[in-house]
């Protein structure tokens, strides 16, 4: 087992508890852990470049846009 002091911001701090919180571990550690085994899962193994998906958050994260119905759809962006 490896031993680490590190630093972390408080945005991070909240997130580690939360997950500390969510999965009922004893320590920071345990959270962590379990953060290192899903990013492995989601980033590394997945097959999906980390690009595409920092993309994707920033998408996810922009305002959403009601379409309505074709016909206002078509109406918006001047289609026939």
């Known amino acids: 087992m490896v031993k ?7 945005e991070a701090n ?10 009922d571990f004893k320590d920071k550690s345990q ?4 953060l290192a085994r ?3 899962v989601l980033i590394l193994e ?9 993309r994707l958050e920033k998408i ?6 009601r379409v ?3 016909k206002e759809f078509k109406d918006r962006y001047g289609l026939k």
């Open 4 to 10: 680490a002091i590190v630093e972390i911001d408080e």
């Open 14 to 23: 909240r997130v580690i508890n939360v997950i500390k919180a969510q999965y």
């Open 31 to 34: 959270a962590i852990n379990e």
């Open 38 to 40: 899903q990013y492995k």
């Open 46 to 54: 997945s097959g999906v470049r980390p690009e595409y998906l920092r």
């Open 60 to 65: 996810r994260s922009g305002p959403i846009i």
């Open 68 to 70: 309505g119905s074709a």
